[in-house]
């Protein structure tokens, strides 16, 4: 066997459905790297013959070694901050109130038309440092803080541009439909037309988009206007998902479900109605414990029926300004099981093979097997449980990023 670097004496947590047991785990395990790909792995005894004189060999110490992790949800790009919000809210006044007023959404959006290119590729290069440091190796970026053509395409070229420049794989999504731009107060659906007429085509041009997300909410659209959005991306040839249910239930949910969605995100207020729908169309489940923590919400996503209803739940930062300014997938993982109750091995399904799906890259990444892309981590824990018990000591000792060791 010829291969570019071998792993030994580490404890793997696949994430792989087809291992039976919990975390797919394979314990005193071995991996091999071919091509940026996994080329062997298995028990350590079973670990066929190899050049050793001519393979770099880790060993482990039997560490754990599991998928890189995958924040399928963040809204990382933006400039300004609203900590002046955070001080209202203290004071009383709730996330709409603040919306409502046109602040919110509005105020960040107004903090990115002036920013340039190089301001915002900066500052968001910084997030993804600190997401990169606790192993996360893909990353969702969405846009959304512009609202007009220009500044929606600036974002996502610099969404893009920071997947060039890091070795973090950056899947970009257009969200055009996050608010309605100031300019369009009162005429809603002409800033619906411009994202369907003269945002998406610029979008399409430059290839600047792998998905497009609308936030469906009594705040920002209703679901006629997110309809006519996600038939214009569906046509565009872009798959679609949904910020949905996260302050009230408006029936975000069976849209998305009858319009194939990949995910339907925040769901605090998703009924059994909802769930069922979602269950059907294989749309999965994106919880987002920062945001509900950061707004104190009370409305607890429905656990109980994803599980009954066997909808694969993600979990992901949704880093943002306004109700998640929290750049840390690992603590996202701490609180989906502390807050929403998860175990911990389903929290790690939401950063890794459930995170993969709602992106659509599961044949690639989000699992350990082989011909995968060589995307894994090595953790200085004794049990995968660790990663969603523990915060502050980022045991993220080791991270590989399609084969390539990356020196943190
Ligand atoms: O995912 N819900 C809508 N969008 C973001 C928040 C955006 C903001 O407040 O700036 C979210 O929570
Ligand atoms: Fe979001």
Not at 306 to 334: E, F, H, K, W
Not at 380 to 402: F, M, R, T, W
Request: glycine share 8%; with cysteine; net charge negative.
């Amino acid at each position: 066997m010829s291969w570019d670097h071998v792993w030994i004496d580490v404890n793997i947590a696949t994430m792989d459905s087809k291992v039976a047991a919990p975390y797919g785990a394979i314990t005193n395990a071995a991996i091999a790297v071919k091509n940026g790909q996994i080329a062997w792995l298995g028990p350590r005894s079973e670990l066929p013959d190899f050049d050793v004189l001519a393979t770099p060999v880790y060993r482990g110490y039997q560490k754990w070694l599991t998928p890189g992790l995958i924040d399928a949800h963040t809204h990382l790009v933006y400039a300004g901050n609203r900590a002046n919000e955070f001080e209202m809210r203290l004071q009383g006044a709730s996330y709409q109130d603040i919306a409502n007023a046109g602040g919110g959404i509005i105020s960040t959006v107004k903090a990115c038309r002036e920013a340039d290119e190089a301001e915002l590729f900066n500052l968001a290069r910084k997030r993804l440092n600190a997401l990169a440091k606790e192993g996360v190796t893909t990353v969702e970026i969405k846009s959304g803080y512009g609202l007009d053509t220009a500044t929606e395409l600036k974002m996502l070229r610099v969404a893009r541009e920071l997947g060039k420049h890091h070795h973090v794989e950056v899947q970009t999504t257009f969200l055009g439909a996050h608010a309605i731009a100031a300019e369009y107060k009162h005429n809603p659906d002409a800033y619906v037309d411009l994202v369907i007429n003269d945002m998406l085509p610029a979008v399409m041009k430059e290839n600047l988009a792998d998905a497009v997300d609308v936030f469906c909410e009594g705040i920002a659209f209703n679901l006629e206007q997110t309809e006519r959005v996600l038939q214009a991306a569906k046509r565009a040839g872009l798959p679609i998902k949904l910020h949905a249910e996260q302050l009230s239930n408006i029936g975000a949910s069976e849209l998305a479900a009858k319009l194939g969605a990949l995910s339907v995100d925040h769901i605090e207020f998703l009924d059994e109605a909802g769930v069922k729908a979602i269950s059907q169309s294989g749309t999965c489940a994106v919880l987002l414990p920062g945001a509900f923590y950061f707004l104190r919400e009370t409305k607890l996503p429905p656990i109980d029926l994803l599980r009954q209803y066997q909808v694969p739940m993600v979990i992901a930062s949704d880093i943002n300004p306004g109700s998640s300014p929290i750049c840390s997938t690992l603590l996202m993982l701490n609180m989906a099981c502390t807050l929403f109750r998860l175990t911990p091995e389903e929290a790690l399904k939401g950063v890794t093979i459930n995170a993969a799906k709602a992106l659509g890259i599961e044949h690639k990444v989000g699992s350990l097997a082989i011909g995968k892309q060589a995307d894994f981590c090595l953790w200085d824990i004794h049990s995968p449980a660790e990663l969603a018990y523990a915060y502050g000591v980022n045991p993220c000792e080791q991270v590989i990023k399609s084969g390539r060791i990356i020196q943190q």
